[in-house]
């Protein structure tokens, strides 16, 4: 099918998402890239942001909080994002997200730890921060 995108959403743990889609919205390091069937072939570095996979027949896109990765699109209809981090977004805890936030924010605030210790910090209040974020949409 032509009309037709292949979608895969996988992290080093596991592949979080495969289904076919009419429509996909990826968070590239230059701002966010649309995908339809018989894209371009293309490989990106991907961004702190928001996935968005259309479905066939579908009024709202299925979405994903994802941190870094790549995206491939192949010329056969083939959309691989490979992300360091994803979590589909209905299944974001919100409580455990706003108490991380506020865990990582204090640690960060005392800063008494090493500099990998902050940058650790850092990246993990940006993922949370994004994930509220998401979650509250």
Same mark, same amino acid.
């Given at each position: 099918?032509?009309?037709? &995108?292949?979608? #895969?959403? !996988?992290? +080093?743990?596991?592949?979080? $998402?495969?289904? =076919?889609?009419? $429509?996909?919205? !990826?968070?590239?390091?230059?701002?966010?890239?649309?995908?339809?069937?018989?894209?371009?072939?293309? !490989? /990106?570095?991907?961004?702190?942001?928001? %996935?968005?996979?259309?479905?066939?027949?579908?009024?709202? +896109?299925?979405? $994903?909080?994802?941190?870094?990765?790549?995206?491939?699109?192949?010329?056969?209809? *083939? %959309?691989?994002? &490979?992300? =360091?981090?994803?979590? *589909?977004? /209905? #299944?974001? =805890? !919100?409580?455990?997200?706003?108490?991380?936030?506020?865990?990582?924010?204090?640690? &960060?605030?005392?800063? #008494?730890?090493?500099?990998?210790?902050?940058? $650790?910090?850092? /990246?993990?209040?940006?993922? %949370?921060?994004?994930? @509220?974020?998401? @979650?509250? *949409?």
């Amino acid at each position: 099918m032509a009309h037709i &995108l292949q979608c #895969d959403i !996988v992290t +080093p743990a596991r592949r979080l $998402f495969s289904s =076919d889609a009419t $429509f996909v919205v !990826v968070p590239a390091s230059d701002g966010e890239m649309g995908i339809l069937p018989m894209h371009v072939p293309v !490989v /990106s570095t991907l961004g702190y942001g928001e %996935v968005r996979v259309t479905l066939e027949g579908a009024s709202e +896109p299925v979405r $994903f909080a994802v941190a870094g990765g790549y995206v491939q699109v192949n010329s056969e209809n *083939k %959309v691989i994002v &490979l992300a =360091d981090r994803a979590i *589909k977004v /209905s #299944d974001i =805890d !919100v409580e455990q997200v706003r108490s991380d936030v506020a865990t990582y924010s204090a640690r &960060l605030v005392n800063r #008494d730890a090493s500099a990998a210790s902050i940058s $650790f910090l850092e /990246s993990e209040l940006a993922w %949370v921060k994004l994930q @509220a974020q998401l @979650a509250a *949409k």
